[in-house]
Nanobody
Framework: QVQLVESGGGLVQAGGSLKLSCAAS????????MGWFRQAPGKSREFVARISWSGDSPVYADSAKGRFTISRDNAKNTVYLQMASLKPEDTAVYYC??????????????WGQGTQVTVSS
């Protein structure tokens, strides 16, 4: 099992920045990929960004390209999402997720509890 704890959410004005963190614990040696997703009220959860634990290039949703940066600190078992030029439409609960290298399939296997990001206009 891998446990995930997100932090760093909050209220920010449009154009501002926030940095989210996701700390992993437990069987962290099995982490293949860590990703960020978000879910806005009344909408389905959507992919934001992902990064592999081995150093492959990060991948971003079109909505995140050029504004968000995902990074990781393997020593701290932590992944970050630096968000800049935030827009009201970025308002959502942001979730961290892990793909376990031992589990077949493409889906993510562990999820955090989420952290609220609210961008005011």
């Amino acid at each position: 099992q891998v446990q995930l704890v997100e932090s760093g959410g909050g209220l920010v004005q449009a154009g501002g920045s926030l940095k989210l963190s996701c700390a992993a614990s437990g069987r962290t040696f099995s982490i293949a990929t860590m990703g960020w997703f978000r879910q806005a009220p009344g909408k389905s959860r959507e992919f934001v960004a992902r990064i592999s634990w081995s150093g492959d290039s990060p991948v971003y949703a079109d909505s995140a390209k050029g504004r968000f940066t995902i990074s990781r600190d393997n020593a701290k078992n932590t992944v970050y999402l630096q968000m800049a030029s935030l827009k009201p439409e970025d308002t959502a609960v942001y979730y961290c997720a892990v793909k376990d290298r031992r589990v077949s399939g493409l889906g993510y296997d562990y999820w955090g509890q989420g952290t609220q990001v609210t961008v005011s206009s």
